[in-house]
């Protein structure tokens, strides 16, 4: 059974910074895309970064130089490095490994396992 366990999250000031991680336990087909989305109430969940197995790396337009992502394939582990947030960055993020990530990223193969994964959220607030 693949579980994803995310952690870091937390309140910071406008300006600070968090660093977020997303443990994977379980079997998942490689290669693969990770990612991270997050979401506000009342919205839809929204893409904030993608990673691949071969460090190909998408961002929304929102944080592009101010997150930085990263995996470890060898421990099955990604990251979110956060910084100069914004109050507008608060929201439940949540990572993810495989079909959906792959395809927003563009890096769907014939034959592909159409298998999503998702942790449970962690809570990132911004103050201003």
């Known amino acids: 059974q693949v579980q994803l366990v995310e952690s870091g999250g937390g309140l910071v000031q406008a300006g600070g910074s968090l660093r977020l991680s997303c443990a994977v336990s379980g079997r998942i087909s490689s290669p693969n895309v990770m990612g991270w989305y997050r979401q506000t109430p009342g919205k839809q969940r929204e893409l904030v970064a993608l990673i691949s197995s071969g460090g190909r790396t998408k961002y929304a337009d929102s944080v592009k130089g101010r997150f930085t992502i990263s995996r470890d394939n060898a421990e099955k582990s990604m990251s979110l490095q956060m910084n100069s947030l914004k109050p507008e960055d608060t929201a439940v993020y949540y990572c993810?490994?495989?079909?959906?990530?792959?395809?927003?990223?563009?890096?769907?193969?014939?034959?592909?396992?159409?298998?999503?994964?998702w942790g449970q959220g962690t809570q990132v607030t911004v103050s201003s």
């Open positions: 993810t490994v495989g079909f959906s990530a792959a395809r927003a990223l563009g890096t769907v193969f014939p034959g592909m396992n159409r298998d999503d994964y």
